[in-house]
């Protein structure tokens, strides 16, 4: 495990690598300690990093996740294996129902989404 890693602003590829491997590493750091405080400055560099980075289209996020299959090469029968509920996916994907967090976390890794693009609200369509 790295430790004492002095961070400065993310310019490259390959820092942001190294800032998410290490993020990964101190994700479940206890609050208040030494490595809870490095975490915490990656997620605002992590988070910096990506919004210079990504220009992402302004649609809702089910939008959002179409467009990313369809970059990728995945269909729902993809997103299902991943998530676990071929029906649900479907549901989402009809705007039948609402992203689960569950779902807006296994989305966004697989696709490469920041999570704040999911998270926004969106209409759903004839839900009684």
Do not use: C
Not at 91 to 116: C, E, G
């Amino acid at each position: 495990m790295q430790t004492d890693k002095n961070w400065y602003l993310l310019e490259s590829s390959s820092d942001y690598e190294k800032a998410v491997n290490r993020y990964e590493e101190l994700k479940n750091a206890v609050k208040g300690s030494k490595e809870h405080k490095e975490k915490m400055l990656l997620v605002h560099l992590i988070a910096d990093f990506e919004s210079k980075q990504w220009d992402l289209p302004d649609v809702d996020p089910v939008e959002m996740i179409k467009i990313r299959m369809e970059d990728f090469g995945f269909n729902a029968t993809t997103l299902a294996k991943e998530y676990g509920d071929k029906g649900t996916v479907s549901k989402v994907l009809n705007y039948k129902q609402s992203l689960s967090l569950t779902m807006i976390r296994k989305f966004s890794d697989l696709l490469k989404i920041p999570p704040a693009w999911l998270i926004k609200e969106y209409p759903l369509k004839n839900v009684l």
